[in-house]
């Protein structure tokens, strides 16, 4: 792979994280959250994804970014009020640079220009297009130094300053990944003179050009600031570049305020003293401060001597980029804890690795791998009848709890929250509200849940497909919020939640609710049920899942072809979830799909039913229980219900339901509460223990099954089917004769 391309997809990763930053940041200001780390925070991320893509000569994101950084300039200083006019136009504007980066990773063009929405930002601060982007000097002047023949470059001279009334002293040497991350000191020192005013005063180590690195560091900034603040507040100018420099804040005390790097005019006096000397009477190799500068953001096009070919200044033309890895220096690869001032106590960020999601899947084979073999290694130590204080069998408990581990730990690496999906819906919002001509905002809560990083790669399209309904046909025009009593601007609710070991994710809006006489009328239209069906709230309700199916009266970019919901209930049930309905007339709808954690491992209960081995879900059982006659009841010619503390619960005999033979008469009960609503009781031969089990697709490597979710191997090499417990009911109601009532009072 290109050194070059593998450097630019970790740049479109980090952009990804900075875009997640950079939404989060602007909607907690639309919130009302204007606080200077929130609006920092916010540039920040703008600036770092302008800085890489300029390395990468991606022009037209860098233009836009800029623009867009300079409006975020002038809210953070104060300039720019962000009321909710400019961050509407803030967050049109990072939904325009998520688009550049996407337009920029896929190598496209990016449909449109930018002018309309530039124009706006410019509004807001009275600016022009620059043609120069580049941020201008910090007050002085370029000039032009000599470096003679190239020698090795002398002392330099260290000039005084005089005593000055400052009160901190600032020493800055940036290392080299500190611009190759898109920062830049002269914004640094900018920030600065924010405070107060500040003297400056460069130090450059430059070695000879036969050493010199054009990706290296060499200059150092030491900054005299008279400003009555604290430490911590000249510490804060620094906090995005931490780790990425040399840093001393002291107090100016005494002589301290003299004793300063190089002065400007040292610097250039050697260069003034050698003009003229150059051997052969060649003319003096000339470079402007400018150039140095640039040198040391490691440009070594923008640092050609000015007026002579690159071979004769002694610089090779490279075709490295600037953000490609660099020779390492001893000061650049030393730890920075090492370069730290004693007296600072640095709370080290949290280190994190990038690993390909191929591996990581390999591992977790590998882990079910390991489990399985586990659990044959435990029945063959059952069927030697070894006891269970035998020194064997207590080493292989040791195995099975050290296996149980390195499988939580596996896991865990995939675990992933559900920020990265929820994060992306809030421009999706401001799309639709737009389209449809409707207010809506979107609140998210539980954002921090943590999921199987497969189950959150496929949750993106059943959102945005709940999320387009709920504004398109559950919101209502602000006109009848109005007239109805309610606000104009309609809420749509985002939320997750770990609940009896799955993953819960609800999805409603304070709208209008279903309107179940027109669905069952659109359904009768389209021959999906019959005219004098006899259908329950809850049956009408799910009537919107099937395929075909809308209440949109017209075709829109949005709705009306039918092919929305019954994708959303395809999904989940790809993920071995479940969907359900809750909506009240007036109120409002909610939605709430219940998913696995996992689609690797399970915690389940091992049954037999009708001579077959099956599994069901520790997560939906509730209790067990010795099934006894006389507490069982008929209902109707084929039902069964059983008593449990006062009420009734329909018996699912599992063999009979599923076609595995006959059960036989002696059973057991295993208590288990759907998300469908209620309890209900299934009957099974035995019970022969609880055990962890490794997922395997019954689809993909069979063919789909009613009322089994996937198969897995147990430790006698035997398949072994996982119950879906919400299908096998849903299938218990479809064959019943009569319906069978999930809590009958006694």
């Not at 941020?135 to 001279?157: K, N």
């Not at 790097?261 to 003319?283: H, I, K, M, V, Y």
């Not at 007026?307 to 890895?325: D, F, H, Y």
């Amino acid at each position: 792979m290109d050194p070059m391309e593998a450097i630019k997809a970790t740049f479109f990763q980090e952009c990804d994280e900075l875009l997640v930053d950079l939404e989060g940041g602007l909607l907690a200001m639309q919130g009302g959250d204007t606080d200077s780390e929130t609006v920092n925070a916010v540039f920040r991320a703008v600036h770092s994804v302008k800085g890489g893509a300029g390395a990468f000569g991606m022009d037209a994101l860098v233009r836009f970014a800029h623009v867009f950084e300079t409006t975020l300039d002038a809210v953070r200083n104060g300039e720019l009020l962000a009321d909710a006019a400019v961050v509407s136009v803030l967050l049109k504007s990072a939904d325009r640079l998520t688009d550049h980066i996407t337009a920029a990773k896929q190598g496209s063009e990016l449909d449109g220009d930018d002018a309309d929405l530039v124009a706006e930002l410019q509004a807001f601060t009275g600016t022009a297009v620059e043609e120069d982007i580049e941020d201008p000097g910090v007050g002085f002047v370029p000039q032009a130094i000599s470096l003679g023949d190239f020698a090795p470059s002398p002392q330099l001279p260290q000039v005084p300053k005089p005593e000055s009334s400052c009160r901190w002293i600032v020493s800055f040497r940036p290392y080299s990944q500190l611009y190759r991350n898109g920062n830049d000191p002269l914004t640094l020192l900018r920030e600065l003179e924010r405070l107060g005013p500040i003297e400056h005063s460069l130090d450059a180590d430059v070695p000879s050009l036969d050493d010199f690195d054009p990706h290296g560091a060499y200059l150092t900034w030491t900054v005299q600031l008279d400003a009555d603040v604290s430490e911590a507040t000249v510490r804060e100018v620094f906090e995005f570049v931490e780790g990425q420099c040399d840093l001393t804040i002291s107090r100016a005390t005494g002589d301290s305020a003299s004793d300063g790097g190089l002065s400007l005019s040292g610097l250039l006096a050697p260069a003034r003293a050698n003009e003229g000397q150059a051997d052969d009477g060649a003319a003096p190799a000339e470079l402007s401060l400018e150039a140095l500068l640039a040198l040391a953001h490691g440009e070594p096009a923008a640092a050609m001597p000015l007026g002579a070919p690159p071979m004769q200044a002694g610089i090779a033309p490279t075709a490295q980029s600037a953000t490609a890895p660099s020779p390492a220096r001893p000061t650049d690869t030393a730890p920075a804890q090492a370069r730290a001032p004693a007296d600072r106590v640095d709370t080290p960020a949290q280190p994190t690795i990038r690993v390909d999601l191929d591996r990581v899947d390999r591992l977790i084979d590998l882990v079910g791998e390991l489990v399985i073999n586990q659990a044959m290694l435990a029945q063959q130590m059952h069927e030697a009848g070894l006891a269970r204080t035998d020194a064997l069998a207590l080493s292989l408990d040791d195995l099975e709890h050290l296996t149980r581990d390195i499988q939580d730990s596996v896991m865990a690496i995939r675990a992933q929250p559900v920020k990265s999906v929820f994060q992306r819906m809030p421009r999706l919002v401001r799309e639709v509200s737009a389209m449809t001509g409707k207010s809506a905002r979107l609140v998210t809560e539980g954002e921090g849940t943590e999921v199987d990083k497969t189950v959150i790669e496929r949750l993106t399209d059943p959102l945005t497909h709940m999320i387009r309904n709920a504004i398109d046909h559950g919101l209502e025009s602000p006109e009848e919020r109005l007239a109805a009593g309610k606000p104009a601007e309609g809420v749509i609710s985002l939320s997750a939640q770990h609940r009896s070991g799955r993953i819960v994710i609800e999805v409603s809006d304070d709208g209008r609710g279903i309107n179940r006489s027109r669905v069952r009328q659109i359904a009768v239209e389209r021959g999906i049920i019959d005219p004098d069906a006899s259908l329950t709230d809850e049956e009408i309700d799910n009537l919107i899942f099937a395929p075909g199916f809308s209440t949109a009266s017209e075709i829109s970019d949005i709705s009306g072809r039918g092919v929305g919901m019954d994708v959303v209930k395809r999904s989940i049930q790809a993920l071995g979830g479940r969907i359900t309905i809750n909506s009240t007339p007036g109120i409002g709808s909610r939605f709430t799909m219940s998913l696995p954690l996992t689609l690797a491992v399970l915690d389940g209960m091992v049954v037999m039913a009708g001579h077959q081995t099956l599994v069901v879900p520790i997560s939906v059982i509730v209790e067990t229980l010795q099934l006894r006659t006389a507490e069982t009841r008929a209902l109707g010619p084929t039902g069964t219900v059983l008593l449990v503390r006062g009420s009734h619960v329909p018996v699912i005999d599992i063999a009979s339901e599923l076609g595995l033979g006959p059960s036989c008469d002696a059973g057991v009960i295993i208590l288990v509460e759907s998300e469908l609503g209620g309890l209900a009781a299934l009957r099974v031969d035995a019970i022969q223990g609880q055990r962890q089990v490794v997922i395997k697709s019954l689809e993909t490597n069979y063919g789909q099954v009613p009322g089994v979710g996937a198969a897995t191997i147990l430790g006698d090499g035997r398949v072994a089917l996982i119950l879906d417990v919400d299908a096998v009911i849903a299938l218990r109601r479809a064959n019943a004769t009569h319906s069978i009532p999930l809590a009958l009072a006694s």
